[in-house]
């Protein structure tokens, strides 16, 4: 009798809230599906994982490794943003033997780490990358101090437990052991996310910067950001795209609505279009869930 009181009064409260097992799965989203080979997405505010796609592939990574870059950077003890970095004529060098991605940083200009930063992650200049890595790495030369910088990246990502996140690179350009994995990368961006100086410059869309020329006068650098998704997706705050022949189009994203911030990454997807596309699906799983 006790029995048949239950399953009464629990098929009542069904009834009397409209409610059905039926429903319940109907309100869970449907897995997206990605065109890129690996993503992943989660909750920024929990770690919780929302979706993966071949999460822990290693992939190279592209520009996307120029969030370790910076976090290491912002790292440094007792960091000046405004100390000022004179632009070598190595870093431009660079830029024309790799054919690199640039911030069109002018050799003798005096620029502040902060608006290095800006040339990092807005334009993706690889010459910045550069003069960070020779300004922050320790060494009596370039080659020590550029090596040295590398080496903080990958031990930082020990220090983060990313098994299968190694850098040979400070801008993403590959020596052929520049790998990471969608888990690894938005943990990474996770952790960077927590500087607001870093929050700040990421979810900048553009930015024009004064900087000291050689000769004691001025001039204006303006700086565009490469993520397009900042002005085509409501709520984006960030992080950085990366492309290239072997990394193909990468996106680390971020989004917040509401209280709810949701953060991944897409590896390898076969154009920018469905690279698009797919961190738009991925976002809104996100939110949905």
Same mark, same amino acid.
């Given at each position: ?6 399953? /009464? ?10 409610? =059905?097992?039926? @429903? ?38 592209? =520009?996307?490794? !120029? ?8 790292? @440094? ?10 632009? @070598? !004529?190595? &870093?431009?060098? &660079?830029? /024309? ?5 640039? %911030? ?8 502040? /780490?902060?608006?290095?930063? &800006?040339?990092? #992650? ?6 910045? %990358? ?62 960077? #996310?927590?500087? =607001?100086?870093?929050?700040?410059? +990421? ?5 024009? @910067?004064?900087?000291?020329? !050689? ?5 204006? #650098? ?25 990394? !193909? ?12 911030? +949701?953060?991944?990454? +897409? ?17 809104? &799983?996100?939110?949905?869930?």
């Amino acid at each position: 009798m006790r029995r048949a009181v239950t399953v /009464v009064v629990t098929t009542s409260a069904v009834l009397a809230g409209g409610f =059905s097992v039926s @429903q319940a799965q109907a309100a869970t989203p449907p897995t997206p599906s990605v065109s890129a080979p690996g993503g992943f997405v989660m909750n920024n505010g929990t770690g919780t994982s929302l979706f993966g796609k071949a999460a822990d592939t290693r992939r190279a990574t592209g =520009s996307t490794t !120029k969030i370790m870059t910076a976090k290491v950077v912002l790292a @440094q003890r007792g960091l000046n943003l405004d100390a000022k970095v004179t632009i @070598q !004529k190595a &870093y431009s060098d &660079y830029i /024309v033997s790799k054919n690199a991605s640039s %911030a069109r940083l002018i050799v003798g200009d005096k620029v502040t /780490v902060r608006q290095l930063l &800006y040339g990092l #992650m807005l334009p993706s200049g690889c010459d910045a %990358a550069y003069a960070l890595a020779d300004k922050f790495g320790t060494g009596s030369t370039r080659a020590a101090r550029v090596k040295s910088f590398i080496g903080k990246m990958n031990d930082e990502a020990r220090k983060m437990g990313l098994r299968n996140t190694h850098f040979d690179s400070f801008d993403g350009i590959s020596n052929g052991a520049n790998y990471s994995t969608p888990r690894d990368l938005t943990k990474i961006a996770s952790s960077a #996310m927590k500087n =607001s100086t870093f929050r700040t410059i +990421v979810k900048t869309k553009s930015t024009t @910067q004064k900087v000291t020329t !050689k000769t004691g006068g001025y001039r204006n #650098m303006a700086w565009s950001n490469t993520n397009k998704l900042l002005s085509t997706y409501s709520g984006a705050i960030g992080v950085k795209t990366g492309s290239g022949q072997q990394a !193909k189009y990468c996106l680390v994203f971020a989004a917040t609505r509401g209280n709810k911030t +949701v953060i991944g990454t +897409v590896l390898a997807a076969p154009s920018e279009a469905q690279r698009a596309a797919d961190v738009k699906k991925l976002l809104d &799983y996100g939110f949905a869930r």
